[in-house]
Nanobody, 124 residues
């Protein structure tokens, strides 16, 4: 399976911004739907955002409320998650994942390949 490597997490204050990156093998982001999920302690993994191979985007509107933006760079084969106006409720491990095109992009079960995750902690 293709190796996905997340980076960019850290400890920030409420209201700050972070940009997460997910490096993938060449052409991965051109062939697969790429998603960002997050998992807080004691909670289930939650869909955040996804981007299709043609660049269409989907968001978990309830949780990100227009604060997060997913994007990708096909040349660098990297997916990004720009997170603005961070809140303590955004604290979680954030995962990048790849799914076959056409699979429901908001469902964990659609994704067969996952990165190791990057921790985001937002203090109040």
């Amino acid at each position: 399976q293709a190796q996905l490597v997340e980076s960019g997490g850290g400890l920030v204050q409420a209201g700050d911004s972070l940009r997460l990156s997910c490096a993938t093998p060449p052409r991965t982001v051109m062939w697969y739907t790429m998603g960002w999920f997050r998992q807080a302690p004691g909670k289930e993994r939650e869909f955040v955002a996804a981007i299709s191979r043609i660049g269409s985007t989907t968001y978990n509107v309830d949780s990100v409320k227009g604060r997060f933006t997913i994007s990708k760079d096909n040349r660098k084969s990297t997916v990004y998650l720009q997170m603005n106006s961070l809140e303590p409720e955004d604290t979680a491990v954030y995962y990048c994942a790849a799914a076959q095109p056409g699979a429901p992009s908001a469902e964990v079960a659609s994704y067969s390949n996952w990165g190791q995750g990057t921790q985001v902690t937002v203090s109040s």
